[in-house]
T-cell receptor
């Protein structure tokens, strides 16, 4: 399984942008880059995913490097509610059995008021 | 609200016992995944069902089993429980087989405490 590397923790100020990095140098051509987050005492929550092009949705933006070996999740204006553990995960697009989400340690984002 | 429901929310039981956790996927989703989250192990994939058929197994113990029923809800059965089985158990669903182009939606989890 392709692995991802994320910083253990990051801090941000409220209402400022946050850039959460993820390295995935062994990504394969069929791997989608997924981001999930887990707020305290809740289940993981889907944030965004992409393959090659940058993606935007109401929650965040995903910037994918041209060689796809790294990506950055961008929260445009952090709020206290964005304090969570953010997981960057690679998920293959083939239908093989065993194709599953594998969670690493994630980045714990702390947001200061 | 992800649309995935799990029952019960909390379960307290004794070692050696057997419990069943239930998951209802989002309407129309054919895939159901089970995950275990403990303090020292993080989120671990257990098993994946697609339209009633087992598709993948992860770090699932032999004491654990699961199934997906014709109405697409799924149950995770945990037997001969040990203290180390205490954890949060999450169910997730996605629309299709498991291709990376589809997101997973997670339920709120069942907190299992084994005393």
């Amino acid at each position: 399984d392709a692995k991802t590397t994320q910083p253990n923790s990051m801090e941000s100020n409220e209402e400022e942008p946050v850039h959460l990095p993820c390295n995935h140098s062994t990504i394969s051509g069929t791997d989608y880059i997924h981001w999930y987050r887990q707020l305290p005492s809740q289940g993981p929550e889907y944030v965004i995913h992409g393959l090659t092009s940058n993606v935007n949705n109401r929650m965040a933006s995903l910037a994918i490097a041209e060689d796809r070996k790294s990506s950055t999740l961008i929260l445009h204006r952090a709020t206290l509610r964005d304090a969570a553990v953010y997981y960057c995960i690679l998920w293959g697009s083939n239908n093989n059995a065993g194709n599953m989400l594998t969670f690493g340690g994630g980045t714990r984002l702390m947001v200061k008021p | 609200d992800s649309g995935v429901t799990q029952t019960p929310k909390h379960l307290i039981t004794a070692t050696g016992q057997r419990v069943t956790l239930r998951c209802s996927p989002r309407s129309g989703d054919l895939s159901v995944y089970w995950y275990q989250q403990s303090l020292d192990q993080g989120l671990q994939f257990l098993i994946h069902y697609y339209n009633g058929e087992e598709r993948a197994k992860g770090n699932i113990l032999e004491r654990f089993s699961a199934q997906q029923f014709p109405d697409l809800h799924s149950e995770l059965n945990l037997s001969s429980l040990e203290l180390g089985d205490s954890a949060l158990y999450f169910c997730a669903s996605s629309a299709y087989l498991g291709q990376g182009r589809n997101e997973q939606f997670f339920g709120p989890g069942t907190r299992l405490t084994v005393l």
